[in-house]
């Protein structure tokens, strides 16, 4: 299948930015949706955007707004959603409205409007799985829930195995792996996915949702609070402040360049056999909290050990880091950005961005709502 004209929900967004790039380099025809959501662009149009991408100031709620977005779109990238775990807990409606009822609306009218839109792409959410799955010595690959906050008072770290209660060790998570859904945004990234997959098959429109893992980079915003663990180390050890991990530092995360996952989701495009398929895109390795710290406090060139606080947060997971088998052999898409490479690419885009002035503001802002970074 040929495809010219793209449609871009969030286009303004970290991964939307980085993709119209990307197609417009390759000859497509793009068009950007988006409200510039004011804790992410402060209603601005970031700098970075590109100029040969058709802008609509527009939200995803706005059914007759994003209607008009549709016309003549051959593929939609439905990037749009609310971001953020622990805000999305307190601000239900908000991310209800934006990434359910988003979806509502864009589902809706490719099935009840003459749109010519022949393929729908959505980015998920990692957050999805839970935990993700562990190998138990006596009973194989598990799935444990999440940790009860009667064992994290304890300052028990550990996952046990749901059938014997041994300690288990984490193992790739798969695609296959059941859901667990353990916030609102995470809830809400699966209802999306799962609309999608339900809408698709029953009226024959080719989707496919790409379950992102922990994706970092350039044009995140430094001035979120709510943004990437990443950025946030960043601005507080440009700020000589000692990044602080909970727990014992060792849990992990499966870190993936927003290059990466730019080339899975054009890969993802172009390939049928992508079809209708739910697909991890990560990295493949897990790197622990403390490490990361570590390794961005080389990078800047501080010596700064991170805060190790030994506190928890409610319903946070352990460990879940990507199988990416399936991307291998669908998409022939393997990651190729070293976290590295990725981490001293994304300290350059801070010192453009000056990250110690974000982060003040990014304080005031958690100050106010009785949070911390």
């Not at 959603?81 to 988003?102: F, H, L, P, T, W």
């Not at 409610?314 to 199988?323: G, R, S, T």
């Not at 453009?352 to 802002?365: F, I, R, S």
């Amino acid at each position: 299948m040929v495809y010219k004209n793209i449609l871009i929900t969030g286009g303004a967004g970290f991964i939307g930015s980085f993709l119209s790039d990307a197609l417009i380099e390759q000859g497509y025809n793009v068009r950007i949706l988006d409200n510039l959501e004011g804790q992410v662009h402060q209603g601005k149009i970031p700098q970075y955007l590109n100029p040969k991408a058709e802008f609509v100031k527009g939200d995803v709620k706005d059914y007759e707004v994003l209607k008009k977005s549709l016309e003549d779109i051959d593929v939609v990238f439905h990037l749009a959603a609310r971001v953020g775990v622990a805000q999305s807990n307190y601000q239900i409606k908000d991310y209800s409205d934006a990434n359910i009822g988003g979806m509502s609306n864009l589902l809706d009218i490719v099935v009840n409007s003459k749109t010519k839109v022949k393929k729908i792409l959505m980015t998920a959410s990692m957050t999805s799985y839970g935990e993700g799955l562990y190998q138990c010595e006596k009973d194989g690959s598990v799935h444990p829930g999440l940790r009860n906050q009667t064992q994290l008072s304890k300052k028990d770290w550990n996952i046990y195995c749901p059938i014997c209660g041994s300690k288990v060790s984490p193992i790739p998570t798969s695609e296959e792996t059941s859901t667990e859904n353990n916030s609102m945004y995470s809830l809400t990234k699966n209802v999306q996915e799962t609309m999608l997959m339900l809408v698709g098959k029953l009226y024959g429109i080719p989707v496919v949702s790409l379950r992102c893992f922990n994706v970092y980079g350039p044009r995140q915003s430094l001035s979120n609070p709510y943004t990437g663990v990443s950025a946030i180390f960043i601005s507080r050890l440009k700020n000589n402040h000692q990044p602080v991990v909970y727990e014992d530092g060792m849990q992990s995360r499966d870190f993936v360049s927003i290059h990466d996952v730019v080339s899975a989701l054009i890969k993802a495009m172009n390939s049928d056999k992508a079809n209708f398929e739910k697909i991890n895109i990560g990295s493949g390795t897990p790197t622990s909290i403390k490490e990361l710290a570590e390794k961005l406090a080389k990078l800047l060139g501080k010596d700064i050990q991170p805060k190790v606080s030994g506190d928890f947060r409610k319903n946070d997971i352990c460990h879940c880091f990507a199988d990416i088998t399936k991307a291998k052999k669908i998409l022939d898409w393997e990651p190729s950005v070293s976290l590295d490479k990725g981490l001293e690419e994304l300290i350059e885009w801070s010192n453009k961005e000056n990250a110690e002035d974000l982060y003040e503001k990014a304080q005031g802002e958690l100050k106010e709502k009785k949070l911390t970074v």
